[in-house]
């Protein structure tokens, strides 16, 4: 399964941030890696071009198109990206969703998409539930990776024919 399965972790996107939060996104990155180093390859702040959007889609279509996986795992902005990309097997945990996200999907890409939400995006959730069936809300808490990796693991587990 190791090989079927690329985790793409948000990008630190704050310009101005402090010491502290740069120290914080760092260790949740790295509990995040550790947790889901043996579900698959995972891309990390280490690997992965941030505050440049552009280079970020480019990177996540290239590793996409070398690796040919069963499923895709987005976290944050390259969850973002992976919702402009209409292929099957995504998962994807807080993508900024907009109404040109939504438009001719085919059924067989609707029914093996799935989306978490937390707390701080509602509308997005609210977007891509209008289109997307397999879908989560978390209106109490924020949610990253760790959160829904039991989740993450069903999923996969279970849908291996796709």
């Given at each position: 399964?190791?090989?079927?399965?690329?985790?793409?972790?948000?990008?630190?996107?704050?310009?101005?941030?402090?010491?502290?939060?740069?120290?914080?996104?760092?260790?949740?990155?790295?509990?995040?890696?550790?947790?889901?180093?043996?579900?698959?390859?995972?891309?990390?702040?280490?690997?992965?071009?941030?505050?440049?959007?552009?280079?970020?889609?480019?990177?996540?279509?290239?590793?996409?198109?070398?690796?040919?996986p069963k499923w895709i795992v987005g976290e944050e902005s390259s969850a973002t990206i992976l919702m402009d990309m209409k292929?099957?097997?995504?998962?994807?945990?807080?993508?900024?969703?907009?109404?040109?996200?939504?438009?001719?999907?085919?059924?067989?890409?609707?029914?093996?998409?799935?989306?978490?939400?937390?707390?701080?995006?509602?509308?997005?959730?609210?977007?891509?539930?209008?289109?997307?069936?397999?879908?989560?809300?978390?209106?109490?808490?924020?949610?990253?990776?760790?959160?829904?990796?039991?989740?993450?693991?069903?999923?996969?587990?279970?849908?291996?024919?796709?």
């Amino acid at each position: 399964m190791k090989n079927d399965v690329l985790i793409f972790l948000g990008t630190f996107d704050k310009m101005d941030a402090s010491m502290e939060e740069k120290t914080d996104f760092i260790i949740g990155q790295n509990e995040i890696y550790l947790e889901y180093k043996s579900m698959g390859e995972v891309f990390d702040y280490r690997k992965l071009p941030y505050n440049d959007p552009v280079r970020l889609k480019s990177f996540i279509s290239e590793k996409i198109k070398e690796s040919k996986p069963k499923w895709i795992v987005g976290e944050e902005s390259s969850a973002t990206i992976l919702m402009d990309m209409k292929i099957p097997g995504r998962i994807m945990v807080n993508p900024k969703v907009s109404f040109e996200d939504l438009n001719n999907i085919p059924d067989h890409i609707r029914e093996s998409t799935f989306g978490f939400f937390d707390k701080y995006h509602e509308k997005d959730y609210e977007r891509f539930l209008s289109v997307y069936p397999n879908s989560a809300w978390y209106p109490e808490t924020s949610i990253d990776l760790i959160d829904v990796k039991s989740l993450i693991n069903t999923i996969i587990n279970s849908n291996e024919e796709l």
